[in-house]
Structure formats: structure tokens, C-alpha cells
């Protein structure tokens, strides 16, 4: 059997936490995940989600999300391609979603992107496409 997951992750991952939850939701392209060294992949993750917590730090829900601790969630889902994330950077702009595109330097390569914390029933329906990242 698979080990446990660590406390503070969403689990099981079907229903992507309860529709009220607060849920910062990460993006990251599978082809990077698939070829780049799993730290490289992991690093590019963990600069959106802290650049979409820090670029909206004084909006409620991020700082209701951050006083959770370790009860926090987190959802990593998978773009296939660059322009999958780019295309959902769009969506995500069009509809006012809070989010960051990280974009990994000096290469100028769109690698992951991060929404604030959100309730998942206000952002969810722009996600539903993605699965998540294996």
C-alpha cells in the first residue's frame, strides 16, 4: 500500500477538498515533470504557490489559508505543455482569478502557476480539465 499522506495534504484527492474549503491550487506542466530532475520540477512549484501567497498576502483568504498551518491544502495538478499553462493563464485572467505564472529565467519559460487560496467552488470549474500531477 502507498504510505500516508502527510497531514495538511488534501486526501483522498477525487473531490479536490470540500466546495467551501480553502484551496491554493498548483499548475505544473507534465512535460517538465517527465523530463526535468524531480527537485528542479518540485522547486518550480513551491516559487509559484509562494510568489501567488506573497503577491496577494493581504487578501482574507490568504491569510485565513496561512493560519490554518498544517491543516493547509494544497492541490498540484498537471498542464501538458506550455501552451496548456498558458492558455489557463488566460482563462484564469479573463474570469479575475488571482494567480502567478512562474516563469523560470534566463530561459523565459512559463514552468508553473499557482492561484491565491481560493474556496474551491469559485475556481474549481477553471480547473476541472487538469488532473492531478502523478
Known amino acids: 500500500p502507498p504510505p500516508p499522506l502527510p497531514a495538511g495534504c488534501a486526501g483522498p484527492y477525487g473531490s479536490m477538498a ?9 499548475v505544473l506542466r507534465g512535460d517538465l515533470a517527465r523530463s526535468w530532475p524531480l527537485g528542479a520540477a518540485v522547486a518550480q512549484a513551491c516559487h509559484a504557490a509562494l510568489a501567488a501567497v506573497h503577491q496577494h498576502r493581504q487578501h482574507p483568504d490568504t491569510a485565513a489559508y496561512l493560519e490554518q498551518g498544517g491543516a493547509m491544502r494544497t ?9 496548456a499553462l498558458t492558455a489557463l493563464a488566460e482563462t484564469l485572467e479573463q474570469n479575475s482569478i488571482d494567480h502567478h505564472v512562474w516563469t523560470e529565467q534566463p530561459e523565459n519559460m512559463a514552468t508553473c502557476l ?8 469559485q475556481v474549481h470549474q477553471h480547473l476541472k480539465k487538469f488532473k492531478l500531477l502523478k
Open 114 to 121: 499557482a492561484l491565491r487560496p481560493y474556496p474551491k467552488d
Open 75 to 83: 492541490v498540484v495538478l498537471e498542464a501538458p505543455d506550455e501552451a
Open 18 to 26: 470540500a466546495p467551501g474549503v480553502l484551496v491554493q491550487y498548483v
